[in-house]
């Protein structure tokens, strides 16, 4: 089974249109990825739809980086008992 | 750079002060006034206190029949008297619309006057309107009127180049055949001092209306001469510091304190010529005039008049209550006169189809947070218009995300997220990014979209059509 970050990058690249190969984990979606307002929404909700997890919308949007997504993300889903391993 | 005069403390809080008292959101902004306000007339300090028009008897009249049909194709009888109906209900029952003026010349105007007094409204009450011709006042007394306007035009403009008298005294002296024939036809003279703003005030004005005001006190104090200061070509100045002719506040009291026409005989007529209509409007009520002269919408010869529903949140800015106008017609108004063919821009203020929407992303999250941010009061309950968005490739996730909970009426806790909106968002920076679209996107084809990506919502709050 592929690892948060992987998901997270594969996700990430999907919605932005990038290869994985190309998302470091200390980018920025906006300013190194280029997500624009829409597509910071888009990654959100296709995260929810990846993992089968809700998250509050504000602190979602908050997340800048591919790292904190996967941190953010890891956190959501040990709180909603949804299993990563 | 200046020097400092005062240094300024910064007030820190935790809790937000929302500035209720001035901004009560139930309400249009309150404006209250501090006083004594001083203006320099003839070389003295002159105070205005500002603060009394709360309790002044300030009233609205309305010519939406007279000035605003000369705007336009005429009315048929039935749109005027529905019109007059509508205004009626606006009044309320303080009669804070307190008349209307009507033209009494075709078989037309009288049939409509005489279908609105038919209607037994107490206000607006009806009023005439004539030129200065003692024949004319047969038509008032026929029509059963108390009250008729007559033109005085009182500019060198209009005494020597329209109506060609060979001097002002011969002026003067029609006029006052005129309003004799009124004194005796038992009808109230409502002078339209026509081209004021552009009038020699010291040399002819004046003059004049201390003549009217010496006739007036022959007969019975309903019968007294009014005063209507017409603002023509608008030119008005609502400014302290401006000269007559143009100075509004130097206008009113010459005609107030020096001529001693009380503020409930003093009526202000203007004209948007220079965008100055509604502030001219309010700056009479506040230095004197009890009455201002307004038309639905603004209606009214080239750039229009002071717009009555303009005057209505004013009038109630002012008195900080609602003092029994049911605002809500001003919305059935604004319907109605779009359904006979006058249209009215997007942006107008309170009636416009957008006066209340917005386009921009931004202000569309600040809408979804908390509508009081970007609405001006509470259009819903005071004109049954909530502020919208207008979905377009600047709106964002927050502008569509409002726009669809306005859309299914979702309030609190049932409103839909913005994440859950990004198709729909997507769809929409489709429409520019991908399709190339130049204009905004039209609510019908977003409620075809919504239909087809909420289906679940759409059954609940649309019926399962």
């Not at chain 2, 008729?148 to 002002?168: A, E, N, P, V, W």
């Not at chain 2, 007969?219 to 002719?245: H, N, W």
């Amino acid at each position: 089974m592929a690892t948060v970050e992987e998901r997270v990058k594969a996700v990430t690249a999907r919605v932005l249109r990038l290869s994985s190969d190309e998302i470091n984990m200390d980018d920025s979606f906006t300013a190194d990825l280029g997500a624009e307002s829409v597509q910071s929404i888009e990654l959100v909700a296709m995260f929810e739809e990846e993992f089968g997890i809700e998250m509050d919308e504000d602190a979602a949007l908050a997340v800048e980086t591919v790292g904190a997504a996967v941190e953010f993300i890891t956190n959501v889903c040990k709180e909603q008992g949804i299993s990563i391993e | 750079m200046g020097k400092a005069k005062k240094k300024h403390r910064l007030v820190d809080a935790k809790e937000p002060n929302l500035l209720d008292d001035i901004f009560p959101y139930r309400l249009p902004p309150l404006i209250r006034l501090e006083g004594p306000v001083v203006e320099y007339i003839d070389g003295e300090a002159v105070q205005f206190d500002f603060g009394a028009v709360k309790d002044r008897p300030i009233v609205i009249s309305d010519t939406t029949f007279r000035d605003g049909q000369q705007a336009r194709p005429p009315y048929t009888i039935e749109q005027m008297v529905h019109i007059y109906d509508l205004l009626s209900r606006l009044s309320g029952p303080n009669g804070v619309v307190r008349q209307t003026e009507f033209f009494l010349y075709t078989k037309n105007d009288r049939e409509t006057l005489e279908r609105c007094l038919a209607l037994g409204h107490d206000y607006p009450e009806c009023t005439g309107w004539i030129r200065a011709v003692k024949g004319d006042f047969r038509l008032v007394k026929e029509a059963g009127l108390k009250e008729t306007g007559m033109l005085t035009s009182c500019s060198d403009y209009h005494i020597f180049h329209k109506l060609k008298f060979r001097s002002r005294k011969e002026c003067i002296d029609s006029y006052c055949e005129v309003v004799d024939a009124a004194f005796d036809a038992g009808v109230r003279p409502r002078c339209h001092l026509e081209d004021l703003t552009r009038a020699d005030i010291e040399g002819f004005v004046l003059p004049f209306v201390d003549r009217l005001m010496e006739m007036s006190r022959q007969v019975p104090e309903e019968q007294s001469v009014k005063i209507r200061l017409c603002d023509t070509m608008g030119f008005g100045i609502s400014y302290p510091g401006a000269e007559l002719p143009r100075s509004i506040p130097k206008l009113i009291y010459k005609l107030n304190r020096e001529c001693g026409v009380p503020s409930d005989r003093l009526e202000w007529h203007g004209h948007n010529d220079f965008h100055k209509v509604h502030t001219n409007a309010a700056t009479a009520w506040l230095y004197g005039c009890d009455f201002v002269n307004t038309t639905l919408f603004g209606f009214g010869e080239r750039t229009g008049n002071p717009p009555l529903e303009s005057a209505i949140f004013e009038y109630i800015s002012l008195k900080g209550d609602l003092c029994g106008i049911d605002t809500m017609v001003i919305t059935e108004l604004a319907d109605y006169m779009r359904s006979i063919g006058l249209p009215i821009p997007d942006n107008y203020p309170f009636a416009g189809r957008a006066f209340n929407t917005t386009r921009a992303g931004i202000h569309a999250g600040g809408l979804r947070q908390d509508e009081q941010i970007y609405n001006i009061f509470d259009t819903g309950k005071l004109l049954g218009r909530p502020p919208r968005v207008a979905i377009t490739d600047k709106s964002g996730a927050d502008g569509v995300a409002h726009w669809l909970n306005e859309f299914f009426g979702l309030k609190g806790d049932d409103r839909i997220n913005k994440i859950k909106v990004h198709k729909l968002a997507r769809w929409v920076i489709d429409q520019y990014d991908e399709e190339g679209r130049l204009t905004a996107i039209s609510d019908q084809e977003l409620e075809a979209k919504a239909k087809e990506l909420f289906p679940d919502y759409w059954a609940k709050y649309k019926g399962a059509s």
